[in-house]
């Protein structure tokens, strides 16, 4: 098969482009590398079934060039991360509106299977756990930005069923974050690689909030493997959960993965608006109920949290240098 992954170079991207050509599909990836690193796709940057453009799905001629190449279209390109919602609000709302309206109307065009890449954050702070994928959106006031990323895939999702009913073959999945080898540890990333990078180099964790809230965090190999098995089915206008349902609280994380660099970091504590400001709410829980994605697309989420914690606190030890002192 012929495949365009958008937003190939970022951390999912780059493992599920890797997987693809694995499988011995041809795969091109269009990337701007706003996040992305070219780096991440070492393994198949000089494969001959790998395609790197370096451009943005905010380039229309470039985009419907590119789509008329394959037969298969995985959109994961979004602006993301906490930080970038609450500063730059404009930025995520035109990432993730004006991208994914491209990508589907030009896949509208010619009837191509799209996969698009949501979120659990589309469920908001809904505390009816855990969550089906028909369960109800509960989001605070627009005048928090937090709220807008959410907002933005919801309508992202609303589009593509809307595109479902015409006859595109499209298929949504939500993740629950997924975590792994080549995420951000910038500031700018999520909350695994930021506490490995802490505890590796002995520097305090920083837990924002009471640490009591809890997450399900998907080892990026699962995260894979449900969006694969995305494009092999025929699930169109469906959307699934893909994420593991086993829940660690953040103060747990901190300790596990304290432990597990056997670091002598302090775990600090930080008041939410002291680091994002009155724009920022948490959301105390978020479970997935993985039992659709099992039954029909027969996901099956492998990797435990102390067996992916340790790969990928092994990725960062070896590539990026960070080494505990004892
Ligand atoms: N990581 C998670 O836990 C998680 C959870 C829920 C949903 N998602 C979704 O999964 C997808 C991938 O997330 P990720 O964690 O790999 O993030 P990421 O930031 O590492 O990847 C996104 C990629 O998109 C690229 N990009 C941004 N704007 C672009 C544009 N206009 N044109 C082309 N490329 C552009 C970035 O450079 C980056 O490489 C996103 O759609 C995200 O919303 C991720």
New binding site residues.
Partial sequence: MKILV?????????HLVTQLIAQGHDVIT????????ISLLNQVMDNPKHTFIQ?????RSLLNELMDQVDVVF???????VKNLVEHPLKVIE??I??TRNVLEFAFARKQKVV??????VYGKNNNLPYNEDSDRVLGSTLKNRWC?ATA?ALDEHLCFAYAEKGLPITVV??????GP???TSD?G?VIPKFIKAALTNSPITVYGDGNQTRCF?YIDD?VQGTIKCMDSNYNGEVFNIGRDEEISINQLANKIKFLCNSNSDIIHIPYDEIYGEKYEDTPKRIPNNEKARSLLGFSPLISIDEGLRKTIAYYQNELGYGSDR
């Fill in positions: 958008t937003g190939g170079s970022g951390f999912i991207g780059s269009l990337d701007d590398l706003s996040n992305g690193k451009g943005s799905v905010l380039d959109h994961l390109a979004a602006v993301l991360g990432g993730n004006d991208g698009f890449s949501s979120t659990s954050e990323y895939k939500r993740y629950f974050n997924a975590y080549g995420a951000t700018y999520m998907t995260t």
